[in-house]
């Protein structure tokens, strides 16, 4: 789950991270008065999910409360980069000396948190990694142990940070490591960190992506989710408690366990299919998980075919069979429905899917190849 930049530089600062003085604003009258309480020259930018928004004319300067509500009413209502702006940050302009960059972020392969830094901010930190990787710093934590002084030392060293200013960003580093293992992030980026003229540090942009699988226990970050700013399914899916990812192609996947719905995607598209999504019911999904499920897929216009691939161990393959009836009962279905089952009752499930318009498949690799059929190789 994304949050926006003035949400995620709220929740810095309460770990201590210094971050400019700012307030939000969703009119330009408000955009005025704020940028008169905050005083001096101050910077309005977009909150949206994107980037790329100085760019695109997001971010603004404005050197009097007057130009701040002209700037802001040119950025509010219009869409940036296809999301519209609803709200900007109005926040004191940062005297800048140097920009640098802060990250962690969950490293799947590594299946630790990589810490990266970089004397180059302000920049698109993929653009550097791509073009002067050797500019980027970077470590894996050891969840034992955390984030240590000489992992942070040895950082700031190779990627040529200055030694007067290693004390000011080894405490932000120490702070946005805290902030992320405590939000349940799976990233925290600072890009850039501003060293201003007068020395001090600050986070002059900041972007935390939270665990969606962890919101359980981030109530306060939960109630940040916007269902406007993400894909719709996702969120129908997240409210049915449901395991789903939009992908968008035209072949709905259902499944049960994540490694088998992979296979089916990984088996969908070597038949020259375009699996419209990854859904997993789950282990021992009863009939009405399914027929949410299948109900979910078909909300998908993209849609033109459905694929079930269950292997019953603790799901039992004539409950899944009663949620794909149930939900044909409750949702038109006109699209074509392959169906795999196997494992426990299969024989059971294929006996109550018997004289159906669903169509049966007896492998993995048949049933991919049925529905890549009848819906047509992309």
Known sequence: MKIHEYQAKLLMAKYGIPVPPGEVASTADEAAEAARRIGGRVVIKAQVHVGGRGKAGGIRLAETPE???????????????????????????????????????????ARRHAVMVSAVGGVDIEEVARETPEKIAKTWIDPTLGLTNYQVRNLLIDAGFERALWADVSKVLFALYECYTSSDAVLAEINPLVVTKQGSVVAADAKVNIDDNALFRQPELAALREAAEENPLEIEAFKRGLQYVHLGGNIGIIGNGAGLVMATIDEVKREGGSPANFLDIGGGAKADLVANALELVLMDPQVK?????????ITRCDEVANGILEAVRRVKVDVPIVVRLTGTNEAEGRAILANTPLIPAETMQEAARKIVELVGRS
């Open 67 to 109: 130009e701040a509500r002209t700037v802001a009413s040119e950025i509010l209502g219009r869409p940036l980069k296809g999301l519209r702006v609803d709200r900007v940050l109005v926040e004191s302009a940062l005297d800048i000396d140097k920009e640098l960059y802060l990250g962690i972020v969950l490293d799947r392969a």
């Open 305 to 313: 075919g459905v694929l079930f691939n269950v292997f019953g161990g």
